[in-house]
């Protein structure tokens, strides 16, 4: 699977928009990109995945660049109960490989 | 659903001593992962199951850990002799229709082995 790269932390103010980035330049054309978070002593929680088109739900909104070198997860309007630290994953198969992820915390 | 279940929450026991560690995955999902977390090496694979069948095992540290998945409700972790570097938290997730679909964690086991 390709490696992925993130910012160790991020602060965002709370009810803004938290944009966390994601490197992955040696991403495989079969592999998609998948975000995770995990609250304080909780296991990850899945928050969205895609391919190569922008994806969107309840929880938050995926951008996937043209060349599919980097991704964006928008936390559209951030609040308290989302600091966490978020892994973006990039895989092709079964298997999930966790790295050390973006803490991001929100400031009241 | 009640997602997935594991049991028991904390655990404590003594070095030398046999750990058994349960998980109950999401009915219909037929994929199951054990993971462990510590501070030092952060959250890996440890191994997974589909349909029941171990499918990798790589990630099982030493053949003090071992694994089984006798039916499609019920899995096992268990480590013996259990040693003070086993120490961390166990997660088991488990997964629908193949295992590409988003994966879901249980709360955690956190085994302390003094």
């Known amino acids: 699977d390709a490696k992925t790269t993130q910012p160790p932390s991020m602060d965002c103010a709370e009810g803004r928009a938290a944009n966390l980035p994601c490197n992955h330049s040696t991403i495989s054309g079969n592999e998609y990109v998948y975000w995770y978070r995990q609250i304080h002593s909780q296991g990850p929680q899945y928050i969205i995945h895609?391919?190569?088109n922008n994806e969107t739900n309840e929880m938050a909104s995926l951008i996937i660049t043209e060349d599919r070198k980097s991704s964006t997860l928008i936390l559209p309007h951030a609040t308290l109960r989302d600091t966490a630290v978020y892994y973006c994953i990039v895989k092709g198969n079964e298997k999930l490989t966790f790295g050390t992820g973006t803490r991001l915390t929100i400031i009241p | 659903d009640a997602g997935v279940i594991q049991s028991p929450r904390h655990e404590v026991t003594e070095m030398g001593q046999e750990v058994t560690l349960r998980c109950k995955p999401i009915s219909g999902h037929d994929y199951l992962f054990w993971y462990r977390q510590t501070m030092m090496r952060g959250l890996e694979l440890l191994i997974y199951?589909?349909?029941?069948?171990?499918?990798?095992d790589s990630g099982m540290p030493e053949d003090r850990f071992s694994a089984k998945m006798p039916n499609a409700s019920f899995s096992t972790l268990k480590i013996q002799p259990s040693e003070p570097r086993d120490s961390a938290v166990y997660f088991c997730?488990?997964?629908?229709?193949?295992?590409?679909?988003?994966?879901?964690f249980g709360p955690g086991t956190r085994l302390t082995v003094t």
């Open positions: 895609g391919l190569k």
């Open positions: 997730a488990s997964s629908p229709l193949g295992g590409f679909y988003e994966q879901y």
């Open positions: 199951f589909n349909n029941n069948v171990p499918i990798d």
